[in-house]
């Protein structure tokens, strides 16, 4: 799709050499495409699990923080350098090192982001496939009136069972190879643009049944009264890595994305606007999910489980609740969709650089290494449930795989790009540059956006990072 650009091998040709190439069709498709890649399992999925996990209001507050301070920056940052550079997040990087003489390590940016996103995919896929099962389950009335133990052994029955878990992966990674084989308009604009309000209104309707328990309170004191002796550095590294995979930063999506993005197009108002429709569907999943697990007696630090086991309770018990509780996994599955569709976007787009590579070859090959690379993740909650490969080095101890690959990439390698991302907006790019993108004039926040790459973004990720490390 992006012929112009991605013909021949030199990395001077500039943005504007890819004029005439595909571009978004307005800001709106852009915010529908960037939301559509931040919102996604991680909102509904793993947010509320985490914040489950650790303690609930506190760590909600850390994790509003590290957006505020640390994800939006970065993702204006990396839509910003990407619109500039206009090719994938490797071709961009050589591109700017060429132009503004700095020195070549930063192209490592571009494959760092490149390699993160590609390696999310992989299990992405898997955990969206358990989506596309429950969508199944759902209509098979498998919920109605169901126990939670009943509703807990359907999920522990897909878990167990490789070869099931390896078919839905299957389902959902053809899926997105369809998608994104046909291109940015036709492909991915089309679908967004229905599916994002739609799953916004189904979350509204899943508050407000939530809101009709008895323990909506309780769930609205989970997710917003904060205890800070129930916070401990581990969340605080949790909620960090979360502000990066929500967003999707520090994963050359954004890089991508933004390299599609019209000229006229104002980045930072785009940019809140994004962090702003995430962190509402997250607080939403939140609300939906909370009363329900207070209503039921259940865990809400259950873990990854949370939600396929918590929602079709509710859904057993509701009138109606095969129909919606079909369609929330429906639109589950969707959310996933959108979002996996941006992951495989950076390497398609620079396998489409390379010589010989349409878009069609390049997202088959590259859609079927994650699809086979994801077999480690589906093995990782049955046969190798108890195979922890990296055991020898001391944060990855007791790690299956697919501990290891969710750790590497939203703890590690999402900070650290993110890390270097900010440092380059913020320290490297010439001035005049970060102006005319931003379309920014001297002022306050052109001013506090600059100190916030330049220091706060940094100082937070740092520390972070290195008490992580040691
Ligand atoms: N932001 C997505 C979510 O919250 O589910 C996850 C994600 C999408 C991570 C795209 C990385 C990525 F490149």
Request: charged share 10%.
């Amino acid at each position: 799709m992006s012929e112009v650009a991605h013909s021949g091998g030199g990395v001077s040709e500039s943005a504007d050499a890819r004029a005439g190439n595909p571009m978004w069709s307005s800001r709106l498709a852009f915010i529908l495409a960037a939301s559509g890649s931040a919102v996604g399992l991680g909102n509904i999925w793993k947010f509320p699990y985490i914040t489950g996990e650790n303690g609930g209001g506190a760590f909600v507050l850390v994790y509003l923080l590290c957006i505020a301070i640390v994800g939006l920056p970065i993702l204006i940052a990396e839509v910003m350098i990407g619109r500039w550079g206009g090719g994938s997040p490797i071709r961009t990087m050589q591109w700017l090192v060429k132009k503004e003489g700095l020195s070549r390590h930063w192209v490592g940016l571009g494959w760092l982001g490149v390699s993160a996103s590609f390696l999310i995919l992989t299990f992405y896929s898997v955990i969206g496939g358990w989506a596309v099962s429950y969508v199944g389950e759902a209509a098979n009335s498998s919920f109605a009136g169901a126990s939670s133990d009943e509703i807990g052994s359907i999920f522990g029955g897909l878990l167990s069972n490789p070869w099931q878990l390896f078919m839905w992966h299957s389902v959902f990674m053809l899926a997105v190879v369809m998608i994104v084989a046909r291109g940015l308009k036709s492909g991915m604009e089309k679908a967004i643009n229905i599916l994002m309000p739609l799953l916004f209104l189904l979350l509204l309707v899943m508050v407000g049944y939530a809101a009709s328990t008895d323990h909506f309170y309780a769930g609205i004191e989970f997710l917003f009264a904060a205890d800070f002796s129930k916070l401990s550095t581990e969340a605080v590294l949790s909620a960090l890595g979360h502000a990066f995979f929500t967003l999707s930063i520090g994963v050359g999506v954004m890089f991508a994305y933004g390299s599609f993005l019209p000229k006229d197009v104002p980045i930072v108002k785009t940019a809140v606007t994004i962090s702003v429709v995430d962190t509402g569907v997250a607080l939403l999943a939140g609300l939906a999910i909370f009363p329900l697990v207070f209503a039921n007696g259940l865990e809400p630090g259950a873990g990854p489980g949370l939600i396929f086991q918590t929602l079709p309770l509710a859904f057993g018990k509701m009138a109606g609740g095969v129909f919606f509780g079909t369609l929330f996994f429906a639109l589950l599955v969707i959310a996933a969709l959108t979002s996996a569709i941006s992951m495989l976007e950076p390497t398609v787009e620079w396998l489409e650089e390379r010589q010989g590579f349409n878009r069609m070859k390049a997202t088959i090959v590259l859609g079927a290494l994650a699809w086979i690379m994801g077999i480690g993740t589906v093995l990782s909650f049955n046969e190798w449930a108890e195979f922890y490969p990296l055991a020898f080095i001391p944060v990855f101890e007791g790690k299956t795989i697919f501990d290891i690959l969710d750790y590497l990439t939203a703890n590690l390698i999402m900070p650290l790009s993110g890390l270097c991302l900010a440092v380059f907006a913020g320290w490297f790019m010439s001035r005049k540059v970060v102006k005319e993108q931003l379309g920014l004039g001297d002022g306050v926040l052109y001013d506090s956006l600059i100190f916030t790459l330049r220091f706060l973004t940094p100082a937070a990720v740092a520390i972070v990072f290195i008490y992580n490390l040691f």
